[in-house]
């Protein structure tokens, strides 16, 4: 599923798209800090188990990754983002034995059926090739009660300026961000996915002008 879902970029390019990551997004972290800090105070992470799909290089683990007996999965069809993700989960005090790296894709979650207490996802939706079906493996791996903590950019209003610039440049987005789209209607796609409840904001940022309609909340299963 992994191949199928998501073929394997050339080395190279993994493995400069994950020093990207690392490197480039100081800023957009610093903007979307205070909306992070006001989500993860609604996950209590001590003891339970987390999964963090796309996890990249690790961002939200100073969030939630320090609580006391939490263990945590980390997906990502990037084998390169491993060592950076172990890196950020040893500074925020992860014992290494409560963390895995797992290589998959949000369409086949390596994970058991109601296995989660929680799957957090950040900016994952843009580029997983089939939304729906990320949220059904995310609805399954999700213990009852469980918890979907998520925040994604989304397509400007439609008619807007900004939705025909999106439109415009989706397709060399798709290629330089490795499958990232910038049109999306990842709210939507959420709000009928099923779940008992579901909180859901909208926020604009001022650092990524072409992304910057965000939406962020908390699913229920």
Known sequence: ML????????GWYEKLYATALDKGMASY?????????NLFSQLS????????????????????ASADGVKVTGVDP????????RAAAFSTGLPSSNFTFRRGVGEALPAEDSSMDA??????????????????EIKRVLKPGGLYLFIEHVAAPDNSFLQLVQGALDPLQQFVADGCHLTRKTA?????????SLSLNAVRLSSAYIISPHVYGVACK
């Open 3 to 10: 191949e199928r879902v998501h073929p394997a970029r050339p």
């Open 29 to 37: 972290e610093a903007e979307i800090a205070e909306y992070k800090l």
């Open 45 to 64: 992470a001590e003891g339970k188990n987390i999964l963090e799909l796309g996890v990249g290089t690790g961002p939200n683990f100073k969030y939630y």
């Open 78 to 85: 990037n084998k390169y983002m491993e060592e950076y993700s």
């Open 119 to 136: 799957v957090i996802g950040t900016l994952v939706m843009c580029s997983v090739k089939d939304t729906d079906m990320a949220l059904r």
């Open 188 to 196: 939507e796609n959420i709000e009928e996915a099923g779940f008992s």
